[in-house]
């Protein structure tokens, strides 16, 4: 098992730090993971993004331009991306600030609604935790023990208060991810 | 139990050092290598080791910092990215010319000049061709993963003291910046004084009346000194050519087709492989990881079993040089490079071997 992840949106949506949870609990289960950021200015506002590789084999390139899966956050991201899912792979995006959708007809294509949730939830932080629970619902690659881990990794001590209300908003991403197309 | 964290690699290489025993860091910040610092200063380096690490005032005076350190035998280093190494260029000649053991490392990114802070492997030239002036070499280790950034600041500094040299840590901002599993392992102690004097009898570590005075110079007016100074030199590079080459071969034992890179490079082309070899195509992968030395010996033995070498660099094509010269005609050579921070993909690379060497390309000889 193999997959091959990009995280793309804006600075500051918790594009890298959801890469990174992914990452952290990954290794926690015992797989070979990688992480490669987009960095420098772009962390300052502009768009950001992630190639998270999690694999039961040693990771060959950890810089690639073809994914399975591809959850995107930004009208930008969706311009850059949407061909680089590979045939039959997964686009996740959340509608809020799209304006042209997903045209492609041979990937699978989901919709959450993460940035309205977060919003109903007054927790703008758990939005990407919104996103990344929906990408878990798709992909069952890490088990929730290992999740939890991986939070506890990646969140400085002073921020594990908020893991319980992480991983409720991982539990409600699951619900609210939307099949657009699925192919048969 | 083992130690097992997920790190990036300029953060690996740091935690690398701290384990070596290293003494001293002097740095000055620049992307994409400032966490090498930033490290350092968060992990309360004092309190567990008692290394130094101090940010200069900029990268000439981190330098000298790191010649004053290694000329007292400590195990120091520096680190930088392409812009801060030029500036360093004239301590590190120094350094060859006193033998001064060090570890530099250069998290390259797109020049020339302050260029771009994405990754790029177009320092090649500037790192094993030379450099500062004079005519000397660093051994130059290539890590390819995170774990191999951590594991080269222990190896490099034993490769300094070993061979009283300068060893370069090549990597790029791809390496640098990427997070891995790293391995972790147990802390050497750093040296005492007395473990410096018997170590390094040569190091400035203050007169003792049964010694002559230790003086570190690389000044001699007197020629015919001089030439046998740099005659001593060239025996020790040339040793350690025969001596400490390092490199990876993956999928070569019956390959028709070799990549060669170093790096991300080659992390690349180890995808491209199995890209290749799913498409039928027997490629193999030649992965260099000292640079100097350089694995020639090994190109010329592949070169009597492969029909075409891809050599696959960031750059306008400055390693494809010493891959021609190891090869000497035996076969094609051709370099494929991105310049200006922008990476290669797989199966890009894939395709430019295939349209050189499979797609009826009838071979013309390089000429130069």
């Not at chain 1, 977060?118 to 939005?127: E, N, P």
């Not at chain 2, 997070?179 to 802390?187: A, G, T």
């Not at chain 2, 035996?330 to 797989?346: F, N, S």
Request: net charge neutral.
């Amino acid at each position: 098992m193999t997959e091959e992840i990009i995280i793309a949106g804006f600075g500051g949506q918790g594009v890298l730090s959801m890469g990174k949870i992914l990452a952290y609990a990954g290794m926690m289960q015992n797989k070979e993971v990688s992480w490669f950021p987009s960095y420098g200015p772009e962390m300052r506002g502009g768009t950001a993004n992630v190639t998270v590789i999690i694999s039961d084999e040693r990771i060959s390139s950890p810089i690639l331009n073809k994914f399975d899966t591809a959850i995107i956050l930004n009208q930008q991201s969706m311009d850059k991306f949407e061909n680089s899912v590979k045939k039959g792979g997964v686009l996740i995006y959340d509608p809020n600030g799209i304006t042209r959708h997903p045209v492609r007809t041979d990937i699978n294509i989901y919709t959450i609604d993460a940035a309205d949730e977060a919003a109903k939830l007054g927790l703008a932080k758990v939005f990407n935790m919104l996103v990344l629970g929906g990408f878990l619902k798709l992909k069952p690659l890490i088990e929730p023990e290992y999740m939890r881990k991986g939070l506890e990794k990646s969140l400085p001590l002073r921020h594990h208060n908020s893991i319980p209300e992480n991983e409720k908003a991982i539990e409600r991403g699951k619900e609210i991810i939307k099949a657009q197309l699925v192919l048969s | 139990m083992k130690d097992i964290r997920l790190m990036k690699g300029n953060e690996a290489i740091a935690e690398g050092a701290i384990r070596a025993g290293c003494d001293g860091y002097f740095g000055y910040p620049i992307t994409p290598q400032s966490e090498v610092m930033e490290y350092l200063f968060a992990n309360k380096i004092k309190e567990r080791t008692g290394m130094i690490v101090l940010q200069a005032e900029s990268e000439i005076a981190s330098i000298h910092m790191v010649y004053g350190g290694a000329a007292c035998g400590k195990r120091v280093m520096t680190s930088s990215s392409s812009p801060g190494i030029s500036l360093m260029q004239e301590g590190i000649s120094f350094m060859a010319g006193t033998e001064l053991p060090c570890l530099l490392l250069n998290v390259v990114r797109g020049g020339p000049g302050l260029g771009t802070i994405q990754p790029s492997q177009s320092d090649y030239f500037q790192t094993v061709k030379g450099g500062g002036h004079g005519d000397y070499k660093m051994i130059v280790l290539a890590p390819a993963s995170v774990q191999e950034m951590y594991d080269f600041a222990k190896l490099g500094f034993e490769l300094a003291f070993k061979h009283r040299i300068q060893v370069m840590v090549l990597s790029d901002g791809a390496i640098g910046q990427m997070m891995e599993k790293v391995e972790l392992d147990e802390q050497v102690p750093r040296w005492t004084d007395a473990e410096i004097k018997a170590m390094s009898p040569w190091a400035t570590t203050g007169k003792t009346p049964d010694r002559e005075r230790n003086i570190i110079t690389s000044l001699d007016l007197n020629p015919v000194k001089q030439e046998i100074i740099n005659i001593n030199l060239q025996k020790k590079f040339k040793h350690i050519q025969e001596t400490e080459v390092r490199f990876e071969r993956i999928q070569c034992d019956d390959a028709e087709y070799l990549f060669v890179a170093y790096g991300s490079s080659a992390r690349i082309c180890q995808k491209a492989v199995l890209l290749g070899r799913e498409r039928g195509i027997k490629v193999g992968l030649l992965r260099p990881i000292t640079l100097f030395p350089y694995p020639s010996d090994e190109l010329a033995k592949l070169a009597k079993q492969v029909k075409g070498m891809l050599s696959v660099e960031m750059s306008a094509g400055q390693m494809v040089e010493d891959v021609r010269l190891s090869v000497n005609g035996a076969v094609p050579v051709e370099h494929y490079g991105r310049l200006g921070g922008i990476m290669p993909a797989p199966d890009e690379v894939l395709n430019v071997l295939e349209q050189n060497f499979i797609k009826e390309k009838t071979y013309e000889p390089h000429t130069n």
